[in-house]
């Protein structure tokens, strides 16, 4: 998990805020928990030219501290637009408004793919700076890394990373909440670069879309997975497998036509595979979208809306989509217990999906707080760091068994 240690010299702080006053505040207040270097800025737009700024001799901002409510450019666009620079930075939301507008704009920025630390509330005090700062930062999900070293990633270097089988996948165990009986997995993409190292997923996969190399990755993971399904159904072992498709390569008519051939070519069984396709961005071209995802359904293959929470689909078209499975975001799963307004969203949105008959999977299950909340909301199965990280393929068997072995231990 990332945390930005204060003892970190080489952290620097950008304060935007309309208000000298906060500015002064926030930077002494930074200053105070050990970060070196604190610039301050006073709305959206001059931050933005901050950040687009390429002085070497300036050291790099790594933390932007930002208020929400700001006259040039409010908070929400201020994070679009950070989010479309895809710079490897923290972000750290303060406002003086209701608390709920802070939790829905840090939903927002995590759904635009930015490492949001979380947010505070003015008047901000050092202390809750600190404890911000120091935390594992909650939201950030599992696949974050280290900034990668050097220029921004250029296409060129994903296409050599599809020729030269850089690009893995990676598992992590569902399991059946009532029975602890492991279902399947989800094949995460990783991409271990030779300088770089790891390459965050959101970051490549953001490239791919961008520069029509999607479809690539996809079937590169795809293959992948269901190779591994293949090998621990030969062992007895039958997994459903879950890949993660691109709402670009929903919209390619011969998709069902490409899974098929992979679980062809790797003996896997179609009805095995499970497609998770993401809920915020299926409003776009429904009707290839229904075409292409009602023909995977007609040869078996399972459809599961993921991130569901963050999008804005409504009833009507998540009842004309042929899903069988619904994921709920980890924004609503961890925590859910010391939180009343994600306890009412994870609520509500398993009861939609009992209603329509779909699988309620719950994502980020960290704490054991989690897991048996999700028991007694009926939740049916659950994934997360409570009950496994993504592993290898290898790792996958030894880990069933460890799993399974802690539940006969239990009285
Ligand atoms: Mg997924």
Redesign the pocket.
């Known amino acids: 998990m990332d945390r930005i240690a204060p003892e970190k010299r080489n952290t620097c702080a950008l304060v935007v805020d309309d208000e000298a006053l906060m500015r002064e505040l926030l930077t002494a207040a930074l200053e105070g928990v050990g970060v070196a270097c604190v610039k301050a800025t006073a709305g959206g737009a001059s931050a933005l030219a901050i950040l687009d700024a390429t002085d070497p001799a300036e050291p790099a901002v790594d933390l932007v501290v930002c208020d929400l409510s700001m006259p040039d450019m409010d908070g929400v666009e201020f994070l679009r637009h950070l989010a479309d620079r895809r710079l490897d930075v923290a972000v750290v939301l303060v406002s003086g408004r209701d608390p709920r507008i802070l939790r829905s704009a840090e939903s927002l920025g995590r759904a635009h793919g930015l490492r949001i630390l979380g947010s505070l509330e003015k008047p901000v005090t050092r202390r809750a700076l600190r404890e911000l700062l120091e935390a594992p930062s909650s939201g950030a999900g599992p696949a974050r890394a280290p900034r990668p070293a050097g220029a921004p990633l250029e296409p060129a270097e994903l296409r050599a990373a599809l020729a030269n089988g850089e690009l893995s996948a990676h598992f992590q165990p569902k399991v059946d909440v009532r029975t602890r009986a492991v279902v399947g997995v989800?094949a995460l993409a990783r991409w271990f670069h030779p300088v770089r190292r790891f390459v965050p997923p959101d970051q490549f996969i953001a490239l791919a879309e961008e520069h029509g190399l999607v479809d690539q990755v996809t079937e590169v993971i795809l293959g992948k997975a269901l190779r591994a399904g293949a090998t621990w159904s030969a062992t007895g072992t039958e997994l459903s497998v879950?890949v993660?498709i691109s709402m670009d390569s929903v919209a390619r008519l011969d998709l069902p036509d490409v899974v098929a051939s992979a679980a062809r070519s790797t003996g896997f069984a179609l009805g095995n595979v499970m497609l998770?396709v993401t809920e915020s961005r299926l409003v776009r071209d429904l009707t290839t979208a229904l075409d292409v995802l009602t023909r995977l359904r007609l040869k078996g293959v399972g459809l599961s809306i993921?991130?569901f929470g963050t999008g804005y689909s409504s009833l009507e078209q998540l009842e004309r989509m042929p899903f069988v499975e619904l994921?709920i975001d980890r924004a609503f799963v961890n925590g859910a217990t010391k939180d009343a307004s994600k306890r009412a969203i994870l609520e509500s949105a398993l009861s939609l999906a009992q209603k329509l008959d779909l699988t309620t999977v719950a994502e980020g299950v960290e704490t054991e707080e989690d897991w048996r909340l999700l028991g007694e909301l009926g939740c049916d199965l659950a994934q997360g760091y409570w009950i496994g990280k993504p592993m290898a393929a290898e790792a996958v068997q030894g880990w069933i068994d460890a799993w399974r072995s802690i539940e006969t231990a239990r009285p």
């Open positions: 989800e879950a993660n998770e993921d991130d994921k």
